[in-house]
C-alpha cells in the first residue's frame, strides 16, 4: 500500500537533474570562449565562487552572476542531498527554510508553507503531519508518537504519516528504514531496540546465555598493563571493553570470528605477550584447543592469528636472500595492519610507514645499507607520524614481511621485543643465533589507549594517561658465509612510556637502524689466539730484554730498574703486536670491502662485534708509551767529546799563560750533535699535511664509507676500520715519498747529516763515544789524520787537499771505519762514573747566566774532569791501559738480529758500517716515532671522528714531545760533555733542509 505513496528520492530527483545537467552541456558549448574550465571541462570553481560571495547565482545561459528571480529564495551554497541531486552550489536557487517550490529551478515559485506544515523531501510541496505523528513547533519538523517508527511522504493526501516497525525490527536514524536486529532473539523492549531477552546478554550483537558466560569471567589482572618507565600498572579501558567479549566471540564462533579473533590478539600485543595473564593468557588457549593445520615454517592453527615464534630461531633460519636477487635493487617488504578491535586495514608497501622520525629516505631498504635515522618528537609529532599507517583512531598493528621475489612468496620477519619479559626476566638479546631469544610476528608504534584507566565499575578515572611507544627498532640483516646469501631479517622494538602531559612538553629521542652482520667466530677466535700467544711470546720477550738490560748495566741481583725495564718490554711488545695487528685486519677490511664487485661482505661493528677498536686503542697507547719512553732514554744517554788536539799555543788565564786548546771545536760539535739529534727527514708538519691533502683534496676519505654501492645515494656513516686503514696507507706514503725523496736525490746531491758529522768530528779532531747503559754504546772517531786541527784557513785547506790526493794518513780507527758499536769494560765504566759523580754540584753552572760566589772554583772542577776523562778516554783509545783494553770485531748478522751481549771481559769494538749510532738520534728512531704518530693519529681520530682535527692533535702533541726532547737533551748534553749549554740550540722535530748551520 505505502510503496504506491511513497517515491523513491533517486527518482524523484533524477528527471530534474537531467534537465540541468542537458542545459549545462548547451551552454558551455555556446559560450566556451567566455568562459574558464577546470580539467574536467566543468566551470572554475573560482567563478561560482565569485557569485556566491555577492548572494548571487550563476546564470548558465549567460555565464553572469545574477540575484535570484523569487525574494524568498537565496542561491545554493552547499551541494549536500537533496541540493546536490537538483543542482549544484552556486549554479541555481532553492526556496528559503519553510517555502515550497512550485516552479522550476531556474525560476524558483516560492511559496510558505502553513505554520504546521513540513516542505517535503524534494522540497515542491507542504505537508502536513498525520495521525500518527504530530507537529512540533521548536524543531518544525514532524515527530512520531510511537517509538521505533519510520516516517513516510503521502504526496496524494498532502501529510506525513508514521509507521511502526516490528518488534524485531529497529528504525534508522534517518527514520527512513526499518532494519532487522542481529539477533533474531532481540526484540524492542522497554523503549529500546533490539534486547536481548531476559537470562541473556548482549555481546557485540548476539544473544548469549547468562549462564554459559561463567568461562569467561575476567581477573583483575588480565586487564592490566605495566608501564616500566612509568611505574605504573594500569586496569586498562580498552582490555575492559574488548576482550571478553572479543573472547567469547571469537570462542563461540569457533574461531570463524576472525575480528573478535584478530582483537584478542592485539590486545595480547599490548601486554606486551606476557603469557601469565589477560590477553595473552586467552589467545594461548585459543591456540590449544585450536584445530592445527599446517601453515608455512610452523604447525600454527590456521584460524588463529600466528603471534608466537615458538620454535625460535629455528623457524627461520634456513630461508635466506641470495645475493644476485638483491644486488642494485631494493628490498621488498610489505605490511599488514589491523587495530585493536581486530579489523583488518589490509596490506601495503612498507615504504617510511615504520619511520617514526620522517622523511622519504628510504635507502635503507636496498642491501648492505646501514642506515641509522634518528630525531626528538613530542605527542603531536607521534600522532603526526602514525597516522600515515592507517586514518583510524586506534592503535595500529604491523606485521612485516619480506618478499621474494625468486619464488613470489613473502615470508614473516620475526620480531623481538626488548621489553619482553618471561617469569620477570628480560631475555631478548639482538642476536641472530640467541637460542633463549623469543620471537613475536606484531608490533605497533604509538599506543595511547592501554594507558588510559577504569575502575572496578568499568567507569573511566581521572588517572593521568600514559603513552607507549617505540623508542628504538633496530633491523639487523645476517650475512652468511660468501656465496650462501642473507638471513631473513628479524626486527627488535624497544618501547618506553611517559605520561602524556610530560612527552607534550619534553620530546623524547626516536631511533631507527638497519645493520647488516657477518659472522666474525672465525675472525674473532683468531684475534684471541693471537692475543694470547702475544701476551705468552710477550713474557718471554720481556724477560729477554730485562736480561740484556740487567748484563749491560752490570746488575747482579734482580731490583727495581730491572722490573721496570721488563714492564716497559713488555708493555712495548704487546702495544707493537695489538696495533699492527689492528692495523692488519683493517686493511683487510678496506681492501676486501671496497673491492666486492657484487655486496657479499659487511663490516664488523663495535662492541661485542669486533675486537679491533679495543685491540687498536690499547695498541696506540702502549706506541705512545713506547715514544715517550724511548725519547726518554735517548735524552739521557751518556755522551762525552774527546778531544785529540796537542796544545801548541799559550792562552791567557787570568794573570798567567797555560797551555791549553780552544773550546769552540767542541762547542761546535756539541751544538750540531744536538741539532742533529732532533733532525728528521719525514718532519710530522710536512707528514700529517701530506696525508691530509691525500685524504681530503683527493676524496680518499670517500672510501671510508660504508656503502656497498647497491642504493643510489643516500647518508651513510664512516666506519672506523676503513678510516684507520685510509690514516695508516695516506701517512705511508707521504712518508715513503719524503723517504725516497732524501735517499734519491737530498742525501745524495744536497747534504747527509749524519756523514757531514762525521767528517765534521775528523775535521775538528774530536771523537764522540755515547751509551745508552752502563756497557753498551757508540763510538766516532774522530782523530784526524792530520797532525793539528786547530789551525788557521790555508792549513786546513792544504790538509783537505793531501786528503782528496790521498797523501795523508787514511781515516779511521785501526783502518776498521769510523763508526763502531762498542762494549766498554766495567773498570772504564766506573772511572768514568766516579769523575761524573763528583760534578754534581758544579754542572748548574753550565748553563746559568750571570756569577755567583764559588763559581770560579767549580769552573777549575769541570775543566779538570774534562781534562780527566778526556785522558781516559784517549789512553783507552791508544791501548795504553794495560788492563782496560778493547778489540776490534766484525759482528755476525745472527748477532745483530738479536742484539746479543758479548761477555764483556775487556772492551769489544764492532765494525758499524750502518751507523747504528743514529739509533740514539731522531733519525734513527723516526720510523718508530712515526708509527707512534701513526697511533696518535688513528687514536684521535676514532674518539672525534676528524681527519682535520686529528691531525692538528697529533702535530700538536708531537711538538710538545720534540719541545720536550730536545730540552732535555741539550740539558743532558751539557752536564755530560761539559759543554756551556747556552751555546746548544733547541729544535723541534726539523728536516735537514731547515736545519741551522
Keep these: 500500500m505505502f510503496r504506491h505513496l511513497m517515491m523513491d528520492r533517486k527518482m524523484r530527483g533524477s528527471w530534474d537533474l537531467g534537465v540541468v545537467a542537458f542545459l549545462t552541456v548547451l551552454?558551455?558549448?555556446?559560450?566556451?570562449?567566455?568562459?574558464?574550465?577546470?580539467?574536467?571541462?566543468?566551470?572554475?570553481?573560482?567563478?561560482?565562487?565569485?557569485?556566491?560571495?555577492?548572494?548571487?547565482?550563476?546564470?548558465?545561459?549567460?555565464?553572469?552572476?545574477?540575484?535570484?528571480?523569487?525574494?524568498?529564495?537565496?542561491?545554493?551554497?552547499?551541494?549536500?542531498y537533496p541540493v546536490s541531486q537538483r543542482?549544484?552550489?552556486?549554479?541555481?536557487?532553492?526556496?528559503?527554510?519553510?517555502?515550497?517550490?512550485?516552479?522550476?529551478?531556474?525560476?524558483?515559485?516560492?511559496?510558505?508553507?502553513?505554520?504546521?506544515?513540513?516542505?517535503?523531501?524534494?522540497?515542491?510541496?507542504?505537508?502536513?503531519?498525520?495521525?500518527?505523528?504530530?507537529?512540533?513547533?521548536?524543531?518544525?519538523?514532524?515527530?512520531?508518537?510511537?517509538?521505533?517508527?519510520?516516517?513516510?511522504?503521502?504526496?496524494?493526501?498532502?501529510?506525513?504519516?508514521?509507521?511502526?516497525?516490528?518488534?524485531?525490527?529497529?528504525?534508522?536514524?534517518?527514520?527512513?528504514?526499518?532494519?532487522?536486529?542481529?539477533?533474531?532473539?532481540?526484540?524492542?523492549?522497554?523503549?529500546?531496540?533490539?534486547?536481548?531477552?531476559?537470562?541473556?546478554?548482549?555481546?557485540?550483537?548476539?544473544?548469549?546465555?547468562?549462564?554459559?558466560?561463567?568461562?569467561?569471567?575476567?581477573?583483575?589482572?588480565?586487564?592490566?598493563?605495566?608501564?616500566?618507565?612509568?611505574?605504573?600498572?594500569v586496569s586498562s579501558k580498552i582490555h575492559s571493553e574488548l576482550l571478553q567479549r572479543n573472547w567469547i566471540l571469537c570462542d563461540a564462533s569457533n574461531f570463524q570470528n576472525t575480528t573478535a579473533c584478530e582483537s584478542v590478539a592485539n590486545l595480547c600485543?599490548?601486554?606486551?605477550?606476557?603469557?601469565?595473564?589477560?590477553?595473552?593468557?586467552?589467545?594461548?588457549?585459543?591456540?590449544?584447543?585450536?584445530?592445527?593445520?599446517?601453515?608455512?615454517?610452523?604447525?600454527?592453527?590456521?584460524?588463529?592469528?600466528?603471534?608466537?615464534?615458538?620454535?625460535?630461531?629455528?623457524?627461520?633460519?634456513?630461508?635466506?636472500?641470495?645475493?644476485?636477487?638483491?644486488?642494485?635493487?631494493?628490498?621488498?617488504?610489505?605490511?599488514?595492519?589491523?587495530?585493536?578491535?581486530?579489523?583488518?586495514?589490509?596490506?601495503?608497501?612498507?615504504?617510511?610507514?615504520?619511520?617514526?622520525?620522517?622523511?622519504?629516505?628510504?635507502?635503507?631498504?636496498?642491501?648492505?645499507?646501514?642506515?641509522?635515522?634518528?630525531?626528538?618528537?613530542?605527542?603531536?609529532?607521534?600522532?603526526?607520524?602514525?597516522?600515515?599507517?592507517a586514518p583510524v583512531d586506534e592503535t595500529v598493528f604491523i606485521e612485516l614481511f619480506i618478499n621474494d621475489s625468486t619464488t613470489d612468496l613473502i615470508y614473516p620477519i620475526p620480531v623481538q621485543i626488548n621489553n619482553y619479559l618471561l617469569q620477570g626476566v628480560r631475555i631478548n638479546t639482538l642476536r641472530y643465533d640467541d637460542a633463549s631469544s623469543q620471537y613475536f610476528r606484531r608490533f605497533f608504534l604509538v599506543d595511547e589507549s592501554s594507558g588510559i584507566g577504569v575502575d572496578e565499575n568499568g567507569a573511566s578515572i581521572g588517572n593521568e594517561r600514559i603513552v607507549r611507544y617505540a623508542s628504538e627498532i633496530t633491523i639487523l640483516f645476517f650475512i652468511q658465509k660468501p656465496g650462501q646469501g642473507i638471513r631473513y631479517p628479524i626486527m627488535e622494538v624497544v618501547y618506553?612510556?611517559?605520561y602524556a602531559s610530560e612527552l607534550g612538553s619534553v620530546p623524547v629521542p626516536i631511533t631507527f637502524e638497519t645493520r647488516y652482520r657477518t659472522s666474525l667466530d672465525y675472525y674473532n677466535l683468531t684475534l684471541l689466539c693471537i692475543t694470547v700467544i702475544t701476551v705468552i711470546v710477550g713474557f718471554v720477550r720481556a724477560g729477554f730484554v730485562a736480561s740484556t738490560f740487567k748484563t749491560r748495566n752490570f746488575i747482579t741481583l734482580v731490583d727495581g730498574r730491572v722490573l721496570i725495564?721488563?714492564?716497559?718490554?713488555?708493555?712495548?711488545?704487546?702495544?707493537?703486536?695489538?696495533?699492527?695487528?689492528?692495523?692488519?685486519?683493517?686493511?683487510?677490511?678496506?681492501?676486501?670491502?671496497?673491492?666486492?664487485?657484487?655486496?657479499q661482505l659487511t663490516l664488523p661493528r663495535t662492541g661485542n662485534d669486533d675486537w679491533i677498536p679495543g685491540l687498536l686503542i690499547t695498541g696506540s697507547c702502549l706506541k705512545m708509551l713506547?715514544?715517550?719512553?724511548?725519547?726518554?732514554?735517548?735524552?739521557?744517554?751518556?755522551?762525552?767529546?774527546?778531544?785529540?788536539?796537542?796544545?801548541?799555543?799559550?792562552?791567557?788565564?787570568?794573570?798567567?799563560?797555560?797551555?791549553?786548546?780552544?773550546?769552540?771545536?767542541?762547542?761546535?760539535?756539541?751544538?750540531?750533535?744536538?741539532?742533529?739529534?732532533?733532525?728528521?727527514?719525514?718532519?710530522?708538519?710536512?707528514?700529517?699535511?701530506f696525508a691530509l691533502v691525500v685524504i681530503i683534496g683527493f676524496s680518499f676519505q670517500d672510501y671510508s664509507e660504508n656503502d656497498p654501492r647497491t642504493a643510489p645515494s643516500f647518508q651513510t656513516s664512516q666506519h672506523y676500520n676503513l678510516r684507520t686503514s685510509i690514516i695508516a696507507l695516506s701517512v705511508l706514503f707521504a712518508s715513503v715519498v719524503q723517504y725516497a725523496f732524501h735517499a734519491l736525490f737530498y742525501d745524495r746531491f744536497v747534504e747527509n747529516a749524519v756523514l757531514q758529522f762525521i767528517d765534521l768530528c775528523v775535521i775538528s779532531n774530536l771523537s764522540v763515544i755515547v751509551t745508552d747503559s752502563k756497557s753498551h754504546g757508540y763510538y766516532i772517531h774522530g782523530h784526524s789524520p792530520h797532525q793539528q786541527a786547530d789551525v788557521d784557513m790555508y792549513s786546513m785547506m792544504e790538509n783537505l787537499k793531501k786528503e782528496a790526493q790521498d797523501i795523508a794518513q787514511a781515516r779511521g780507527l785501526e783502518e776498521s771505519g769510523d763508526t763502531f758499536e762498542v762494549f766498554i769494560p766495567q773498570k772504564l765504566r766506573d772511572q768514568w762514573d766516579s769523575v761524573l759523580d763528583k760534578l754534581e754540584d758544579?754542572?748548574?753552572?753550565?748553563?746559568?747566566?750571570?756569577?755567583?760566589?764559588?763559581?770560579?772554583?767549580?769552573?777549575?772542577?769541570?775543566?779538570?774532569?774534562?781534562?780527566?776523562?778526556?785522558?781516559?778516554?784517549?789512553?783507552?783509545?791508544?791501548?795504553?791501559?794495560?788492563?782496560?783494553?778493547?778489540?776490534?770485531?766484525?759482528?755476525?748478522?745472527?748477532?745483530?738480529?738479536?742484539?746479543?751481549?758479548?761477555?764483556?771481559?775487556?772492551?769489544?769494538?764492532?765494525?758499524?758500517?750502518?751507523?747504528?749510532?743514529?739509533?740514539?738520534?731522531?733519525?734513527?728512531?723516526?720510523?718508530?716515532?712515526?708509527?707512534?704518530?701513526?697511533?696518535?693519529?688513528?687514536?684521535?681520530?676514532?674518539?672525534?671522528?676528524?681527519?682535520?682535527?686529528?691531525?692538528?692533535?697529533?702535530?700538536?702533541?708531537?711538538?710538545?714531545?720534540?719541545?720536550?726532547?730536545?730540552?732535555?737533551?741539550?740539558?743532558?748534553?751539557?752536564?755530560?760533555?761539559?759543554?756551556?749549554?747556552?751555546?746548544?740550540?733547541?729544535?723541534?722535530?726539523?728536516?735537514?733542509?731547515?736545519?741551522?748551520?
Design 27 to 80: 551552454v558551455v558549448g555556446m559560450a566556451q570562449q567566455s568562459v574558464q574550465y577546470n580539467n574536467d571541462g566543468g566551470v572554475q570553481e573560482e567563478t561560482v565562487t565569485a557569485c556566491i560571495r555577492n548572494n548571487q547565482v550563476l546564470n548558465l545561459f549567460t555565464l553572469q552572476c545574477q540575484e535570484c528571480p523569487d525574494p524568498n529564495s537565496s542561491p545554493t551554497t552547499t551541494p549536500s
Design 87 to 233: 543542482n549544484g552550489a552556486g549554479l541555481s536557487c532553492e526556496c528559503n527554510e519553510g517555502y515550497a517550490n512550485s516552479g522550476g529551478e531556474s525560476q524558483p515559485n516560492c511559496a510558505p508553507c502553513n505554520s504546521s506544515q513540513v516542505v517535503s523531501l524534494n522540497g515542491k510541496f507542504c505537508l502536513g503531519c498525520g495521525t500518527n505523528a504530530h507537529y512540533d513547533s521548536t524543531s518544525k519538523i514532524c515527530i512520531c508518537d510511537t517509538l521505533n517508527s519510520i516516517q513516510v511522504e503521502n504526496i496524494m493526501d498532502n501529510f506525513v504519516d508514521c509507521v511502526q516497525c516490528a518488534t524485531t525490527q529497529y528504525a534508522t536514524s534517518d527514520l527512513e528504514q526499518c532494519i532487522s536486529c542481529p539477533d533474531s532473539r532481540m526484540e524492542f523492549t522497554g523503549g529500546q531496540p533490539c534486547q536481548c531477552p531476559s537470562g541473556f546478554l548482549d555481546v557485540s550483537g548476539i544473544c548469549i546465555s547468562v549462564d554459559d558466560l561463567v568461562p569467561y569471567q575476567l581477573r583483575d589482572s588480565d586487564i592490566q598493563v605495566t608501564f616500566e618507565n612509568s611505574g605504573q600498572t
Design 269 to 389: 600485543v599490548l601486554q606486551l605477550y606476557d603469557r601469565q595473564v589477560g590477553a595473552c593468557d586467552i589467545y594461548l588457549e585459543f591456540v590449544r584447543t585450536a584445530t592445527l593445520g599446517q601453515q608455512q615454517w610452523s604447525s600454527w592453527p590456521q584460524e588463529i592469528p600466528w603471534l608466537y615464534h615458538e620454535q625460535g630461531v629455528s623457524e627461520f633460519s634456513d630461508f635466506r636472500i641470495p645475493f644476485e636477487v638483491a644486488q642494485d635493487k631494493m628490498l621488498e617488504f610489505t605490511a599488514r595492519l589491523s587495530t585493536t578491535r581486530g579489523v583488518v586495514l589490509g596490506t601495503q608497501p612498507l615504504d617510511n610507514l615504520i619511520q617514526l622520525c620522517g622523511g622519504n629516505d628510504i635507502s635503507w631498504q636496498y642491501l648492505g645499507v646501514d642506515f641509522a635515522q634518528s630525531c626528538v618528537l613530542d605527542l603531536s609529532d607521534l600522532r603526526a607520524a602514525v597516522t600515515k599507517l
Design 496 to 498: 618506553r612510556d611517559v
Design 565 to 599: 725495564a721488563y714492564v716497559i718490554a713488555y708493555c712495548t711488545f704487546v702495544g707493537a703486536i695489538f696495533f699492527w695487528v689492528s692495523i692488519a685486519c683493517s686493511l683487510y677490511w678496506f681492501i676486501a670491502f671496497n673491492a666486492q664487485e657484487q655486496f
Design 626 to 689: 713506547e715514544l715517550l719512553v724511548m725519547l726518554y732514554r735517548a735524552s739521557s744517554a751518556d755522551v762525552f767529546i774527546i778531544d785529540w788536539e796537542t796544545p801548541q799555543r799559550k792562552i791567557a788565564v787570568g794573570d798567567r799563560q797555560v797551555i791549553a786548546t780552544t773550546v769552540w771545536r767542541k762547542n761546535l760539535v756539541a751544538n750540531e750533535w744536538q741539532e742533529l739529534s732532533s733532525t728528521r727527514k719525514a718532519p710530522v708538519t710536512h707528514t700529517i699535511l
Design 842 to 997: 758544579s754542572v748548574e753552572i753550565l748553563g746559568r747566566v750571570g756569577f755567583k760566589t764559588g763559581d770560579t772554583d767549580r769552573m777549575q772542577n769541570l775543566v779538570q774532569a774534562n781534562n780527566t776523562l778526556n785522558q781516559l778516554f784517549v789512553k783507552f783509545i791508544e791501548h795504553s791501559f794495560r788492563d782496560i783494553d778493547f778489540v776490534i770485531k766484525k759482528r755476525g748478522f745472527v748477532e745483530r738480529l738479536l742484539e746479543a751481549t758479548p761477555e764483556i771481559k775487556r772492551g769489544i769494538f764492532f765494525e758499524d758500517p750502518t751507523m747504528r749510532f743514529t739509533n740514539l738520534l731522531m733519525l734513527g728512531m723516526e720510523v718508530k716515532v712515526l708509527i707512534a704518530e701513526v697511533a696518535i693519529f688513528v687514536f684521535w681520530d676514532y674518539l672525534i671522528t676528524n681527519y682535520v682535527v686529528a691531525g692538528l692533535l697529533t702535530v700538536l702533541l708531537s711538538w710538545a714531545l720534540s719541545f720536550w726532547f730536545s730540552t732535555r737533551g741539550a740539558s743532558n748534553i751539557a752536564k755530560k760533555t761539559i759543554t756551556d749549554g747556552r751555546f746548544l740550540t733547541t729544535f723541534l722535530f726539523i728536516s735537514p733542509s731547515t736545519e741551522k748551520k
